[in-house]
């Protein structure tokens, strides 16, 4: 092994040792760009498959509140296929959205008559989400019939008023608490199945490229995959939380929403719809299967200078590698520590070269715990968080 990947080995082992376990919930206030508050529910909704009109909202509560297109995100495509439940997360707006999906067969008859019905709620932040599904999720599997329930509807407007105190209101809470967490298993449940080619969405969270799921349902899993990769660039340099911001996950996005994906620069966002994998246009990195073996994941990256930059390395494989034989990468708390601690190290590195009149030689690139091959991601890095830092020339084979 050479003197760069021993100096690798040692910052791997240096990020990894061993130290106070992380709290997610205690430790989010460190975290740049994370909100506090546990947010009140601002609407409550149950959206219905209709034979004649296609999705509709059957029902909401406040009546006042804006569903427009709700229909499309609590009803994904391809969920009428689907008899289990299913859990789908979305954006509206500069709200967040959570809808739990049921399919009940009429009378044991076929697909075709079946009440397909999503019950959800709108709030202002991810983070929180998950707490609502158990209720939800009941409610949706007790409502087998094509018309609402009294019952059900008052159940859910009993549900919003319990969740109308904000946690940050010290009348109701004089001690309020980060309570919020990364969904169990989500963070290892990613790493597991994109193995090595974890670094290359790491990367391009880093990046702030716009990432892409297209996969089959269930939703449940990739809107995990989708909150697991916005934890992939969670750092703690507040000077450069400008630059590398909080990530933006969409979760579920459909047909009706390309139009409005073209104006949005990064996201991380998830699909059922195989068309969005032919509008290379609104992705920089698509994460989709394999159609004849769904079971293998592909990761590509539509821009060549984005695919070099964010291309898997020997120092990538290398802390793969590591992780699978000293953790076998189930232990979920520890790979959100092991990213976070790695962004910590890589800005904080960055941040204190800017007043560095040398430029960065590849050989150095292990003092920001990266590998030599990771050069061309570390210039590309440079260009987002835009500090006046140098960087020796790459000279190849094919260079002259």
Not at 32 to 50: M, N, T, W, Y
Not at 83 to 108: E, T, W
Not at 266 to 284: G, P, S
Request: glycine share 4%.
């Amino acid at each position: 092994m050479d003197q760069e990947l021993l100096e690798l080995e040692d910052s791997t082992e240096d990020i990894l040792r061993p130290r106070d376990p992380l709290d997610i919930g205690s430790h989010e206030d460190d975290v740049v760009g994370e909100k506090l508050s546990q947010p009140i529910v601002h609407c409550i909704f149950s959206a219905r498959f209709d034979e004649a009109d296609g999705p509709c909202i059957e029902w909401k509560y406040p009546d006042s509140f804006d569903v427009e297109g709700l229909e499309f995100s609590a009803l994904a495509s391809g969920l009428h296929n689907k008899s289990g439940p299913d859990i789908i997360y979305f954006k509206k707006g500069v709200m967040y959205g959570v809808a739990c999906y049921r399919r009940h067969l009429k009378n044991g008859r076929g697909s075709r008559d079946a009440v397909m019905r999503s019950v959800g709620v709108i709030t202002e932040h991810y983070g929180f989400l998950q707490k609502h599904a158990a209720t939800l999720i009941r409610i949706a599997e007790e409502e087998t019939t094509s018309q609402l329930s009294e019952k059900a509807k008052e159940e859910m407007m009993d549900y919003w008023r319990q969740n109308q105190i904000d946690t940050l209101d010290s009348s109701h809470n004089p001690n309020p608490t980060l309570s919020w967490s990364l969904p169990p298993d989500s963070f290892s449940d990613l790493f597991a199945a994109l193995g090595e080619n974890v670094f290359t969405l790491w990367k391009a969270a880093l990046l702030r490229k716009r990432i892409l799921f297209v996969l089959d349902p269930p939703l449940k899993q990739q809107c995990m995959f989708v909150y697991a990769t916005a934890f992939l660039a969670r750092h703690q340099i507040k000077q450069l939380a400008r630059k590398v911001p909080q990530s933006n996950p969409l979760f579920y996005v459909n047909v009706m929403q390309m139009r409005a994906l073209m104006d949005v620069r990064e996201y991380i966002a998830c699909t059922t719809e195989r068309i969005f994998e032919n509008k290379t246009h609104l992705f920089d990195v698509v994460v989709t299967s394999n159609l004849d073996d769904k079971s293998q994941i592909i990761v590509q990256v539509v821009d060549k200078k984005v695919a070099q930059a964010t291309a898997v390395t020997a120092g990538d494989i290398m802390k793969y590698q590591y992780l699978i034989k000293k953790f076998q990468a189930q232990d979920q708390n520890m790979l959100v520590s092991f990213f976070q601690d790695m962004n910590n190290r890589l800005l904080s590195g960055l941040w204190n070269r800017r007043t560095h009149d040398a430029p960065v030689a590849p050989a150095e690139l292990p003092n920001f715990g990266l590998h030599g091959t990771d050069i061309r991601f570390f210039t590309a890095l440079l260009d987002v968080v835009s500090l006046d830092i140098g960087v020796e020339r790459i000279w190849c084979g094919c260079c002259s």
